[in-house]
Nanobody, 131 residues
């Protein structure tokens, strides 16, 4: 059974940092792409980064580029999202999600990460950035 479990959310002041972690189990980690998404109340789910565990390639949309860093530890089956210079508009529930397909190249071409391409999801962790 595929399982993705997020941790590390919380409350932080604007300009601060948080590190989210996604622990994965139940599948061949090296073959998958892991993405981080967020959803604020009343808004659509938005992809904020993804990483291919097979080759380490990554993608970030402009909204977080330079502030967020995704990394994968294939030995521990974990993916982390380091978030710096946080803004109040980063407030959302953050989800990690996984898919076996090579999704990063398409994200780079299309300029976005499509949630519908990810079939396995964690339960989410709340990130709140106060002004």
């Amino acid at each position: 059974e595929v399982q993705l479990v997020e941790s590390g959310g919380g409350l932080v002041q604007a300009g601060g940092s948080l590190r989210l972690s996604c622990a994965a189990s139940g599948f061949t980690f090296d073959d998958w792409t892991i993405g981080w998404f967020r959803q604020a109340p009343g808004k659509e789910r938005e992809g904020v980064s993804c990483i291919s565990n097979s080759d380490g390639s990554t993608y970030y949309p402009d909204s977080v580029k330079g502030r967020f860093t995704i990394s994968s530890d294939n030995a521990k089956n974990t993916v982390e999202l380091e978030m710096n210079s946080l803004k109040p508009e980063d407030t959302a529930v953050y989800y990690c999600a996984g898919v076996r397909n090579p999704t990063v190249p398409k994200a780079k071409v299309m300029g976005t990460i499509y949630p519908r391409e990810f079939g396995s999801w964690g339960q989410g962790t709340q990130v709140t950035v106060s002004s």
